[in-house]
């Protein structure tokens, strides 16, 4: 008897570790071609400011009761299958649910340059900022073999973009 019990639970065991190895793991949340990221700067607008590159979907619409918006800006440099990187600047606004892409842009004077990117980095990681605007870091290499450099990335109260070798 003893003996049928533990053949039992063994098998019981095995048959759940086995179910438990073969199922797919979930879905990412992050695309693994998204290498590196950060969250940072402030916006706002009255809801009549139009997107930076492309106005939201109806299901990820992003105005609320007043036409009032805000939010912060997220960097992120996503990986090519030649190893190189594209770089978007995406607006990220809070809403009631919780946050939603309110506009994406590609920062094509980087993309451009075909970069590796190594690392972005914003400008301080305090967390909350108080005033509008961005300013960011994107280290990338044009030759897997050089040492990186340093790119800015700064909008400002007004909501312009400027993109520029960093300087030190």
Do not use: C
């Not at 950060?38 to 930076?52: I, L, R």
């Not at 990220?92 to 590609?106: H, L």
């Not at 340093?150 to 400027?162: K, N, P, S």
Request: hydrophobic share 40%; glycine share 6%.
């Amino acid at each position: 008897m003893m003996a049928t019990r533990l053949t039992l639970m063994t098998t019981i065991f095995l048959v759940g570790y086995s179910a438990a190895i073969a199922e797919p793991a979930q879905d990412a949340i992050l695309p693994a071609s998204v290498i590196f990221a950060t969250s940072t700067g402030y916006w706002e607008d009255d809801g009549n400011a139009p997107p930076v590159e492309r106005a939201p979907a109806a299901a990820e619409s992003v105005s609320d009761s007043q036409g009032k918006r805000h939010g912060y800006y997220k960097l992120f440099a996503v990986r090519q299958p030649d190893r190189t990187s594209k770089v978007y600047l995406q607006q990220i606004a809070q809403t009631e649910t919780g946050p939603a892409v309110a506009s994406t842009i590609e920062l094509q004077e980087i993309s451009d340059l075909k970069p590796y990117v190594t690392d972005i980095r914003p400008e301080n990681s305090s967390g909350i900022v108080k005033q509008p605007g961005l300013f960011a870091t994107v280290y990338l290499k044009t030759d897997p073999a050089a040492e990186p450099n340093g790119w800015t990335v700064l909008i400002d109260e007004l909501g312009d973009i400027t993109i520029e070798k960093a300087t030190n």
